[in-house]
């Protein structure tokens, strides 16, 4: 069973920041492109961030860039997201999410194949 739990989120003021973890198991994650996506109420959801299977290749929203990195550590079986200067329009639920290759985290729609349940980051004013 493939299972991805995500943490790191909390409430943190304009200004701030956060990094978020994404750990997997029951996969090989070295064979897995790895996403941020966020989702806020009332709003679609949308590709926040993408890295490709080893690391070599990362893909960031306009949204994001210059903000938030992402990178990962195969051997803790770990996705980061870290994201600096956060705005309240940042407020959303973050899901990390697999696919096979770094194109099919970044196409419309994303072909993944397993999903987090998410956790919630809050900027206030």
């Known amino acids: 069973q493939v299972q991805l739990v995500e943490s790191g989120g909390g409430l943190v003021q304009a200004g701030g920041s956060l990094r978020l973890s994404c750990a997997a198991s029951?996969?090989?994650?070295?064979?897995?492109?790895v996403g941020w996506f966020r989702q806020a109420p009332g709003k679609e959801r949308e590709f926040v961030a993408g890295?490709?299977?080893?690391?070599?290749?990362?893909y960031y929203a306009d949204s994001g860039k210059g903000r938030f990195t992402i990178s990962r550590d195969n051997a803790r079986n770990t996705v980061y997201l870290q994201m600096n200067s956060l705005k309240p329009e940042d407020t959303a639920v973050y899901l990390c999410?697999?696919?096979?290759?770094?194109?099919?985290?970044?196409?419309?729609?994303?072909?993944?194949?397993?999903w987090g349940q998410g956790t919630q980051v809050t900027v206030s004013l």
């Open positions: 029951g996969t090989i994650f070295s064979k897995n492109a």
């Open positions: 999410a697999v696919a096979a290759w770094i194109q099919d985290i970044t196409s419309t729609p994303p072909r993944t194949k397993y």
């Open positions: 890295i490709s299977r080893i690391g070599g290749n990362t």
